[in-house]
Structure formats: C-alpha cells, structure tokens
C-alpha cells in the first residue's frame, strides 16, 4: 500500500507561483512513476504532468507547458510540481497519484485509470 500526502496549495493572485509536493510512504520510492492530475468544479479531471520512475523524461498537458515543471527527490520520496505565471483557469484541486509498474509512456501516464494510488489532494486557487 503506497500513501501520497499532497501539500503546498493555496490561494494566489493571477501571475503568481505555487509549488506542490506530494510525499509517498509505502514503497520504494524511485519504483513509483508520478503523476498530478487536476479537477475543478463542475469539470472532469485532466492531466497536468508526470515523471517515469527515473525523472529522465517528463510529461505536461499543453494547458501548462511552459509554466509548470514535475520534478522528483528520490531521497526525499517526494514529486514536486513548480506552478508559475498561474492563471484563474488553474483553480482546482490537484491530486497526486503513483502508477507502480508497467509501462510510463506520455500516453499511459497521460490517463488516470492507469495510475494504482491517489493523494488526497490540495485546493488551488487562482484569484483575478
């Protein structure tokens, strides 16, 4: 069983910079490939970004290129997710998730159902 505790989310002012961490316990674990997922009222939830299990490639949805970077401390068995220039269309709850094995590709890892283990998640609000 793998436990993921997101925190760093807050409100901000449209222009501004957030960074989420996502501690995981359960596991080893550099064997986790990462991902965060967004879902805002009344909205399905998308992608944001992913990292395999190495950290050597790195996956964002087009909505957050350029802005947002996923990054990962294996040491620290966190996944980090750098928000800058954040516009009020960002404003949601943003979870982590761990996908433990098969493949990590951008497409895979660009669905939630193929992820094994959700975080709670933390409420992100970008203020006009």
């Known amino acids: 069983q793998v436990q993921l505790v997101e925190s760093g989310g807050g409100l901000v002012q449209a222009g501004g910079s957030l960074r989420l961490s996502c501690g995981a316990s359960?596991?080893?674990?550099?064997?986790?490939?990462m991902g965060w997922f967004r879902q805002a009222p009344g909205k399905e939830r998308e992608f944001v970004a992913a990292?395999?299990?190495?950290?050597?490639?790195?996956y964002y949805a087009d909505s957050v290129k350029g802005r947002f970077t996923i990054s990962r401390d294996n040491a620290k068995n966190t996944v980090y997710l750098q928000m800058n220039s954040l516009k009020p269309e960002d404003t949601a709850v943003y979870f982590c998730?761990?996908?433990?094995?098969?493949?990590?590709?951008?497409?895979?890892?660009?669905?939630?159902?193929?992820?094994?283990?959700w975080g709670q998640g933390t409420q992100v609000t970008v203020s006009s």
């Open positions: 359960g596991r080893t674990f550099s064997s986790l490939a």
């Open positions: 998730l761990a996908k433990v094995k098969g493949f990590a590709t951008a497409q895979v890892m660009g669905q939630s159902r193929n992820y094994d283990y």
């Open positions: 990292i395999p299990w190495s950290g050597s490639s790195t």
